[in-house]
T-cell receptor, first 112, second 116 residues
Framework: AQSVTQLDSQVPVFEEAPVELRCNYSSSVSVYLFWYVQYPNQGLQLLLK????STLVKGINGFEAEFNKSQTSFHLRKPSVHISDTAEYFC??????????WGLGTSLAVNP | GAGVSQSPSNKVTEKGKDVELRCDPISGHTALYWYRQSLGQGLEFLIY????????KSGLPSDRFSAERTGGSVSTLTIQRTQQEDSAVYLC??????????????FGPGTRLTVL
């Protein structure tokens, strides 16, 4: 069975500092991986996705993620965060059969 | 263009009552999904509609939950005899075709259901 583990439930960071949000997956088949962001009082928004090809994926708002097959990871990174990046971040894997399987989310709090 | 809309945005109900939650997908999207987001539980898949195909109901937690999609557009999620454990944010998403990881899901703002 496929599953997604987000290793940190909360990540506090100061503005302009780098951040990494960790995601590990388990899957016995080809993986398609996603990061979604949920800003306060807003719906989920696709940040980036890995389908195939280059293992480094760039998304919106300066975020990027690297697919590492040997470590079964898909960590999200940003070199310098802003206050406006404060949000809940969700990692997900697409399950053949049309479903997204989600991690529990990581709450990123950017402090001035 | 307009995104996915859901109504109501908030719903407070008493235990044992029935509730209906509505989702208007993006025009032209043939796939529609319902998820539940409970505190500390992440997102849980509930049901998936794709065009005129039979829906994938494998995520519905009990027979108190049902959903329909009329005319391939608007969808209604119905919870009968609500229980306190049904309290959650119910999210709807739509995508152009469904069934493929290349097909991005677009989410509505959700309906926050509170069962007293």
């Amino acid at each position: 069975a496929q599953s997604v583990t987000q290793l940190d439930s909360q990540v506090p960071v100061f503005e302009e500092a780098p951040v990494e949000l960790r995601c590990n997956y388990s899957s016995s088949v080809s993986v398609y991986l996603f990061w979604y962001v949920q800003y306060p009082n807003q719906g989920l928004q696709l940040l980036l996705k890995y389908l195939s090809g280059s293992t480094l994926v760039k998304g919106i708002n300066g975020f990027e993620a690297e697919f590492n097959k040997s470590q079964t990871s898909f960590h999200l990174r940003k070199p310098s965060v802003h206050i406006s990046d404060t949000a809940e971040y969700f990692c997900a894997v697409f399950l053949l059969g049309r479903k997204l399987i989600w991690g529990l989310g990581t709450s990123l709090a950017v402090n001035p | 263009g307009a995104g996915v809309s859901q109504s109501p945005s908030n719903k407070v109900t008493e235990k044992g009552k029935d509730v209906e939650l509505r989702c208007d997908p993006i025009s032209g999207h043939t796939a529609l999904y319902w998820y539940r987001q409970s505190l500390g539980q992440g997102l849980e898949f509930l049901i998936y509609f794709q065009g005129n195909s039979a829906p994938d109901k494998s995520g519905l937690p009990s027979d108190r939950f049902s959903a329909e999609r009329t005319g391939g557009s608007v969808s209604t999620l119905t919870i009968q005899r609500t229980q306190q454990e049904d309290s959650a944010v119910y999210l709807c998403a739509s995508s152009l075709r469904g069934g493929s990881p290349t097909d991005t899901q677009y989410f509505g703002p959700g309906t926050r259901l509170t069962v007293l």
